[in-house]
Every structure is written in structure tokens, then in C-alpha cells.
């Protein structure tokens, strides 16, 4: 069963690393890509079909940090059961446990190498056990 998965970040060159990950998976994973929070939102608000089984939102975005759209992802009740992970170069402690606080399943430090990421994403993925071999 193929899973799906949505990246919300506004670094392309993330996105590349990202999708290079995941193609390197050892199970089929579609994934899409938003450029901005607000384009994330208003994608999963105007599509009722477009269910992400895994939203991955960088926390330090320009025109709407991550905080901003976990917070109304988080409003959608049709995700209500999508695991949402901050995703991000760093992030404070403080930072860290305000996304927990305000529903996020956890944080994945981004990596410049797409082999290393597709270990954390193949971990984060079975450890939420909705991965099917």
C-alpha cells in the first residue's frame, strides 16, 4: 500500500534532498510538495480528497513559519489522524516543545545528505507504523 506524504517548505534545494530521499525508500511513497504555508493550506482546505498520510513543515518559512501552519493544519478535521513533523534546520528546545504542546508528532533535523534522511524518514515512518511491507 502506497503512503503519502507532504512536504511544506519554501527551500527547493530541501525539496530536492527530500525527494531524493524518499525515492530511495524500500517502499513506494507518493509525495507532494508546497512552496509556503499558505499555499499548503489552501491546497488542503479547497481538496477534500488530498489526505496526506504525513505532513512535514518547516519550522523557519518566510511568509508563514511553521508554527503559523501547524497551527491550522491542525484546525482541518479530516487530518485529524496525519502525523505532522516540524522539520527543520535547528530548533531550540523551547521551539521543540511548543510544536509537541500544539499537536505535532515530533521535529527531524534536516540533513544535507538525501541516504541519511531517507534512514530518519524510513525510521519515522514504521515507528508510526502505518507503513505496509
Known amino acids: 500500500m502506497q503512503k503519502f506524504v507532504f512536504l511544506i517548505d519554501d527551500d527547493l534545494s530541501d525539496h530536492a ?8 525508500l524500500p517502499f513506494r511513497v507518493q509525495c507532494e510538495f508546497a ?3 499558505f499555499i499548503a493550506l489552501s491546497r488542503l482546505n479547497r481538496e477534500a480528497v488530498f489526505t496526506p498520510d504525513f505532513i512535514f513543515i518547516d519550522i523557519y518559512m518566510q ?3 511553521g508554527i ?3 497551527v491550522q493544519i491542525k484546525k482541518i478535521k479530516r ?3 496525519t502525523h505532522i513533523y516540524m522539520y ?3 530548533a531550540d528546545q523551547s521551539i521543540v516543545s511548543s510544536c509537541i504542546k500544539l499537536g505535532a508528532s515530533g521535529v527531524i ?3 544535507p545528505s538525501a541516504e541519511v534522511l531517507r534512514n530518519i524518514l524510513e525510521e519515522t515512518l514504521q515507528r508510526e507504523r502505518i507503513m505496509v511491507k
Open 68 to 70: 503559523e501552519c501547524l
Open 79 to 81: 487530518l485529524k489522524d
Open 88 to 90: 527543520s534546520a535547528s
Open 63 to 65: 511568509l508563514m513559519n
Open 109 to 111: 533535523t534536516k540533513v
Open 35 to 37: 512552496e509556503d504555508g
Open 17 to 24: 534532498v527530500f525527494k531524493r530521499a524518499v525515492a530511495r
